[in-house]
């Protein structure tokens, strides 16, 4: 009230201490656009209950796959693991629009293996991680094995190198989550256009948050589907004469 008094008397009183008045108010009020506009959407229905899911998942099913911050996690070959979000993950998958009975999905850098987990939950021929490092495969296959929920034929995490991981003669559901550096990325898909062009089939690569978009938009033979909220849909159809 004394402030609205005093305002209201402003031309009165000198413009720097209007200025000064006023000062916090405007300030206050573009904080708060700022933060509306940037911050504000983390705490929408939609984002807690993503938060939820990816909190209580383990709890949930009794397994391990959270994320961990560990630099040295995978290597020098990729960053530490950082598991994919449950919600949108399984959301993703209803909205391929496949037949998944025909289709193997494999998962380069599956880390402790929550995606392979909820692609099992889907009846794919058959799931399967690509891991680098001996420790986190061992765990992913420890989940697996915990895991209740599964429609897939077989659900494994292997420990090899993704560059030169013979790739299932099926069709192809192949999913990525910044697993790998630029160069070992490069080697990984020209080992996936080598399989594809010694056994043509379809093949879809999905994309979380893709740092190297300069090396998909390259990619002979495959074309952007699609962006779907964070993910980067690529899908590849051969020729009929080559299959």
């Known amino acids: 009230m004394h ?16 200025e000064w008045l006023l000062a916090p108010i405007i300030s206050a009020a573009s904080t708060f656009c700022i933060w509306r506009k940037e911050k504000a959407w983390h705490y929408s229905p939609t984002q807690l209950y993503r938060r939820f899911w990816n909190i209580s998942f383990d709890l949930v099913n009794g397994v391990s796959t959270r994320s961990i911050t560990d630099p040295l996690a995978r290597t020098s070959c990729g960053p530490g693991y950082e598991a994919s979000p449950v919600f949108s993950f399984r959301r993703l998958l209803g909205h391929l629009n496949i037949d998944y009975a025909q289709y193997a999905f494999v998962d380069f850098g599956s880390g402790k293996g ?3 987990l909820l692609a099992g939950e889907r009846p794919f021929k058959q799931v399967i991680g690509v891991e680098f490092s001996g420790e986190m495969n061992d765990l992913a296959n420890r989940n697996i094995s915990l895991y209740k929920r599964r429609s897939a034929q077989r659900v494994v995490s292997l420990h090899c190198d993704a ?53 998909f938009d390259k990619l002979l033979g495959f074309w952007k589907q699609e962006n779907w909220h964070p993910y ?12």
């Not at 630029?182 to 893709?210: C, G």
């Open 232 to 243: 980067r849909i690529y899908t590849y159809v051969p020729d009929e004469q080559s299959r």
């Open 163 to 215: 560059a030169i991981f013979d790739l299932p003669t099926e069709d192809l559901v192949l999913y990525f989550f910044n697993p790998f550096e630029a160069y070992v990325l490069e080697r990984v898909l020209i080992n996936i256009l080598a399989s594809l062009e010694q056994r043509p089939r379809k093949a879809i690569i999905i994309y979380l948050n893709l740092r190297h978009p300069e090396l």
């Open 114 to 116: 929550r995606v392979l």
């Open 3 to 18: 402030l609205k008094i005093l305002l209201a008397k402003h031309r009165q009183l000198p413009r720097e201490l209007v």
